[in-house]
């Protein structure tokens, strides 16, 4: 009977011995509340934040009766503004310099599908021109970008 008393007293048993090694040792919990709460307010963020970031170039489109063209993967899109400017997506570039950044970024080689925006005011020789050098560089599948005309 002297055996199984010092025994439990020696190896630290019973109710005491656990919570006196609990208080000095590491918490191996993680409260993930916090995480949580974080993650959602980063996702609203976000969510909130995402539409304001598509940025482009500002482009007053012309408006026809043309129907919208369904398409699975983005198009390449090369804008001219009221001023003549030429942009690759949203990048300006020169006009000779077109055809080498369009080789350079196509992926599906020269059926890549190529968008062509020109602005109400810009003037027609400019967007001709490039569109002729898209042409003459061997890409079949170039279209003009314009807006649904609205009923009034």
Do not use: C
């Amino acid at each position: 009977m002297g055996m199984s008393a010092g025994g439990a007293n020696a190896s630290g048993g019973g109710r005491r011995g656990r919570r006196g090694r609990r208080r000095g040792g590491a918490i191996s919990e993680i409260n993930v509340t916090p995480l949580v709460d974080v993650m959602l307010v980063l996702l609203i963020i976000f969510m909130v934040a995402a539409p304001m970031m598509t940025v482009g170039v500002p482009i007053d489109l012309p408006e026809t009766q043309a129907k919208a063209m369904n398409s699975d993967t983005q198009p390449i899109t090369i804008s001219v503004n009221p001023t003549g400017e030429i942009y690759l997506q949203e990048t300006p570039i020169a006009i000779d310099e077109v055809v080498p950044k369009l080789e350079a970024i196509a992926t599906t080689g020269y059926n890549e599908r190529i968008y062509v925006r020109g602005d109400t005011a810009a003037a027609y020789g400019v967007v001709m021109k490039v569109m002729a050098r898209i042409s003459a560089a061997g890409y079949k599948n170039i279209g003009l970008v314009t807006l649904q005309e609205q009923d009034r």
